[in-house]
T-cell receptor, first 110, second 111 residues
Framework: RKEVEQDPGPFNVPEGATVAFNCTYSNSASQSFFWYRQDCRKEPKLLMSVYSSGNEDGRFTAQLNRASQYISLLIRDSKLSDSATYLCVVRPRGYNKLIFGAGTRLAVHP | NAGVTQTPKFQVLKTGQSMTLLCAQDMNHEYMYWYRQDPGMGLRLIHYSVGEGTTAKGEVPDGYNVSRLKKQNFLLGLESAAPSQTSVYFC??????????FGPGTRLLVL
């Protein structure tokens, strides 16, 4: 079983749609959680950290459920520029290493 | 401020050849990492370093060696390339507990 699992997609949505991605992790001792964004043939870049109480950054909302070991990312009012692969990332407690999911691909069309 | 840079950007090798990938960062970060990314799989950690002169194995270290002789540089070596090492290689750097910043990647094809 992979340590971090994501639905690979692709999610094909029209502009303006709301889309949600889910991620599950297997290590209950995981301490920190992130969403990274990766554009085609580019490097991953941090989109946002995920906090226990949930957090929002503009059109993006991240949620964490430690009991279910589940992380989500909600994108409202999708833009063409949101088309990318979204990587769910977990840092185990006591380590500075990151564990990456394989990513969920989003394609926003006009 | 260049951030994290990687050379080369592309490389084609024949099985058995050797090569070194160079990663450089100008953010004075203590930690540096080498990952590989393959289709359908997340980034997997090959080796990492928590400071100048130190290295440690990650998840998939076999067939690779690394060196961190200077704080700003982290080298990844393939002594005898194999087709299974065809991949995209990313270097990253960070300070302890902080965001990892990635380089643009090196695309390697081993024939």
């Amino acid at each position: 079983r992979k340590e971090v699992e994501q639905d690979p997609g692709p999610f094909n949505v029209p502009e303006g749609a709301t889309v949600a991605f889910n991620c599950t992790y297997s290590n209950s001792a995981s301490q920190s959680f992130f969403w990274y964004r990766q554009d085609c043939r580019k490097e991953p870049k941090l989109l946002m950290s995920v906090y226990s109480s949930g957090n929002e950054d503009g059109r993006f909302t991240a949620q964490l459920n430690r009991a279910s070991q589940y992380i989500s990312l909600l994108i409202r009012d999708s833009k063409l520029s949101d088309s990318a692969t979204y990587l769910c990332v977990v840092r185990p407690r006591g380590y500075n290493k990151l564990i990456f999911g394989a990513g969920t691909r989003l394609a926003v069309h006009p | 401020n260049a951030g994290v840079t990687q050379t080369p950007k592309f490389q084609v090798l024949k099985t058995g050849q050797s090569m070194t990938l160079l990663c450089a960062q100008d953010m004075n970060h203590e930690y540096m990492y080498w990952y590989r990314q393959d289709p359908g799989m997340g980034l997997r950690l090959i080796h990492y370093s928590v400071g100048e002169g130190t290295t440690a194995k990650g998840e998939v270290p076999d067939g690779y060696n690394v060196s961190r002789l200077k704080k700003q540089n982290f080298l990844l070596g393939l002594e005898s390339a194999a087709p299974s090492q065809t991949s995209v290689y990313f270097c990253a750097s960070s300070n302890r507990g902080e965001t990892q910043y990635f380089g643009p990647g090196t695309r390697l094809l081993v024939l």
